[in-house]
């Protein structure tokens, strides 16, 4: 069994803003904005949406594979992942770029407005693929560079593999036709609220016209949960798991998403895979950090129990190490 994740690998300079964005942005001034954010605190951390999603696979005990390009700064990242077990023969290395770098400024009520640099992650990995399993290996296809995202999309489709579409921060940089291509033979589609408006926009298509192209829509909605649609009509609310703090909400989709893959692995519903994902999100802000957080069984348990009221219906044993 292999997971493949076509996903960003980045630096993340995640900021936080003390005040609200609202009160400095006037609406009827909004063709003219010009405005500082004084930041009240900056950090360098690992990060990317394929980096976030093997991290938390690695806690859940189970290794992956990152298909994406970095550049000459990646040294020490490469390091971590490797002894965490990723498996790196996905990457490309740009040797004359820059690793991509994200710089994030969240507000006091976790509304985010982030900057990202794609530097090495413009250029296509062009990994080429083993021969998979059908019933065994899974792929998860989050933002990254968008030739590969298409690409793997189109791959997974046609030799029958099944993976699963999450376009987020790079639903903007894809046209109406490739998120219909990434949408289309995919197991599922997964985004925010927000972003599955945008993705109706673009594709001028409706949620049922996209029901029409996969057969299940999840949808992320903070601390309202998530909502599972199917095909035919089919419609299901997962909670959002209680959280000690809310310290910062970046990569919190990331570890939900990490969370339903290794219950859709266990053959679990989905809607018990998204409440391990919603358990996964949960740890992950209450710290500051897209993989900064950590669990083992026993406290995702605990987790999954407080917001559920069920056990947790997965046992696993980590591969990282808890962090000081």
């Known amino acids: 069994m292999s997971i493949f994740i076509t996903g960003s690998l980045a ?3 995640v900021m936080n803003f003390p005040g609200t964005f609202g009160d400095y942005i006037i609406p009827d001034k909004i063709h003219m904005l010009n405005v500082c954010f004084p930041i009240g605190n900056l950090e360098e951390k690992r990060g990317g949406t394929g980096g976030n999603i093997a991290y938390n ?23 971590y992942l490797e002894k965490i077990g990723v498996n790196l023969d996905g990457l490309n290395i740009a040797g004359n770029e820059f690793t ?15 900057g990202f640099h794609a530097a090495a992650m413009t ?4 990994y080429k693929f083993p021969a998979l399993s059908a019933a065994e290996d899974i792929g998860i296809i989050a933002p990254t560079n968008t030739t590969d995202m298409t690409s793997h999309a189109a791959y997974y489709r046609e030799n029958g593999i099944r993976f699963i579409f999450d376009p987020g921060q790079q639903i903007t940089s894809l046209s109406g036709e490739e998120l219909i291509c990434g949408i289309t033979g995919a197991m599922l589609l997964i ?6 408006e945008l993705i109706c926009k673009l594709t001028g298509l409706d949620l049922e016209g996209i029901l029409k192209l996969t057969p299940v829509v999840i949808t992320t909605l903070g601390e309202k949960g998530s909502r599972i649609v199917r095909r035919g009509g089919g419609e299901s609310m997962v909670p959002a798991m209680p959280i000690n703090s809310l310290e910062n909400p970046t990569g919190a989709g990331d570890s939900y998403r990490a969370g339903l893959i290794k219950g859709i692995l266990n053959s679990l519903s989905l809607e018990e895979s998204a409440a391990i994902g919603a358990a996964c999100a ?5 710290k500051y950090g897209t993989q900064e957080h950590y669990y083992d069984a026993a406290s ?9 009221g069920k056990e947790l219906p997965i046992s696993f044993t980590p591969l990282v190490q808890q962090q000081n």
Do not use: W
Not at 57 to 76: C, H, N, P, Q, Y
Not at 100 to 114: L, P, R, S, V
Not at 191 to 196: A, I, K, P, T, V
């Open 11 to 13: 630096y993340d300079r």
């Open 57 to 79: 696979l690695a806690m859940l005990g189970e290794k992956s594979r990152i298909l994406t390009s970095v550049g000459k700064d990646f040294g020490s990242y490469k390091f």
């Open 100 to 114: 991509a770098g994200a710089y994030i400024t969240t507000d006091k009520h976790a509304n985010q407005i982030t």
């Open 123 to 126: 250029i296509p990995c062009a």
């Open 191 to 196: 985004s925010n609220d927000y972003e599955l």
């Open 282 to 286: 949960a740890f992950c802000v209450e």
């Open 300 to 308: 995702l348990g605990a987790k999954y129990k407080a917001g559920t």
